[in-house]
């Protein structure tokens, strides 16, 4: 009786030993996943930074070229604007309408 007493006691003691090996374990695990979350997320966000960046310069690019284009089909109305009066007289006297 006494031996199954201390075999019984070392099965206990070894059961206990793997438990707090198993739990040691999985907080190993979950720290390790933890920091890998986090070091994912910091370089996602360094991307999307990198993104941001890129698209506030695409867009300023973009809407530059826009008021350029803009600028100058706006002054090209005006000449037109200008000229046309004198055209029309032109026409007028060139090529008068039937009437």
Known sequence: MPQ???TLQQGKK??????EKG?????SIREAGARKVTEVTNHMASIRSILDQKEAAAIAAIEDAQAR?????QKE???YNACTPELTKLVD???PSPS
């Open 4 to 6: 199954g007493v201390k």
């Open 14 to 19: 070894h059961v206990s030993e793997l438990t």
């Open 23 to 27: 739990n040691k374990g999985l907080i």
């Open 69 to 73: 284009r803009i600028e100058k089909l």
């Open 77 to 79: 109305i005006a000449q």
């Open 93 to 95: 006297v060139r090529c």
